[in-house]
């Protein structure tokens, strides 16, 4: 789910979110809250309308205070985490070891939920964005990525469109963060910390196997890296190929060395063209 909220705002409306940051601690803060509180299933609920009003106040800074979209993103972040402290009425982690979480709602036993919900969780949720973009407020989110201003050459309002299409980014965001929080028993302020790297390295990582032939392909292609990419984090710990604290290092080197090659590629066939 976090692979196809980044791919929503970084592909298809073509836009440098960083609210996911702050957006996906914020459903891990709510979860976290709700859970205790004895209210599992709401908690994933409640979490994905406090994501989408992260997008929506990201979105309202873009477009009606004319502030950049990565200046936008790094201060809804930033006020994001105070808001997240608040949610947890100030302590920087909660337990949920001794809370029943969803994944004892089920009779199947905690270990084969923990397997299963998830999974059909984000099958869920792709087909439910696979669906709406194929709809006219979806068309319209791809339209106002592809060329904003023949979108607006047609009587549509782009500035609400770009509103909406962050606020679905940052909801899909939020709610992994708050399935995260019920499947691992804790809530932890510091939890987004990276999200976005992780998001676009899972992106990547997919694309690289799938192509970018279409929306919905693009979308499964994100929740197919989102897996791949643990995997391979997985593996590359366990095996002692690099220690746990450089993974972010290690994800950041992917991303950038991933969003580099078309234009070293183009360097490159252009010296070959000018010899």
């Known amino acids: 789910m976090l692979g196809m909220g980044v791919y ?3 592909r298809i409306l073509s836009v440098p979110d960083l609210t996911a940051d702050g957006s996906f601690t914020l459903g891990v803060a709510v979860s976290a809250v709700l859970t205790l509180a004895g209210h599992p299933l709401l908690a994933l ?10 997008g929506i106040v990201t979105g309202l800074l873009q477009t009606k205070c004319g502030i950049a979209p990565i200046l936008s993103g790094i201060l809804t972040m930033s006020g994001l985490y105070t808001v997240n402290l608040a949610v947890q009425r100030g302590a920087p982690n909660l337990s949920l070891l001794n809370a029943a979480t969803l994944f004892n709602l089920f009779p199947i036993g905690k270990t084969i939920s923990k397997a299963l919900f998830p999974v059909l969780c984000a099958l869920l949720v792709f087909l439910l964005l696979a669906w709406f973009f194929h709809t006219r407020a979806g068309l319209r989110i791809r339209a106002c990525g592809c060329n904003e201003a023949m979108v ?6 782009s500035d609400r469109t770009k509103i909406a299409a962050l606020a679905l980014s940052n909801s899909c965001v939020a709610l992994s963060g708050a399935m995260l929080a019920q499947y691992q028993g804790f809530g932890d302020v510091n939890a987004g910390v990276g999200t976005v790297v ?3 390295a899972s992106v ?11 929306v919905t392909l693009g979308l499964f292609s994100a929740l197919v890296g989102s897996v791949l990419y643990r995997l391979v984090v997985a593996g590359a710990i366990r095996y002692s190929i690099f220690p746990a604290y450089a993974l972010k290092l290690v994800s ?13 590629k183009r360097r490159f066939d ?4 000018e010899e």
């Open 252 to 264: 950041a080197g992917l991303v950038a060395a991933a969003l580099s090659l078309p234009s070293l």
């Open 8 to 10: 929503i705002s970084f």
């Open 45 to 54: 609920l409640t979490a994905l309308a406090a994501g989408a009003m992260s």
């Open 204 to 214: 990547i990582l997919g694309e690289a196997i799938f192509g970018k032939r279409s």
């Open 270 to 273: 252009s010296r070959r063209g």
């Open 198 to 200: 992780i998001g676009l």
């Open 152 to 157: 607006r050459a047609v009587a549509v309002d």
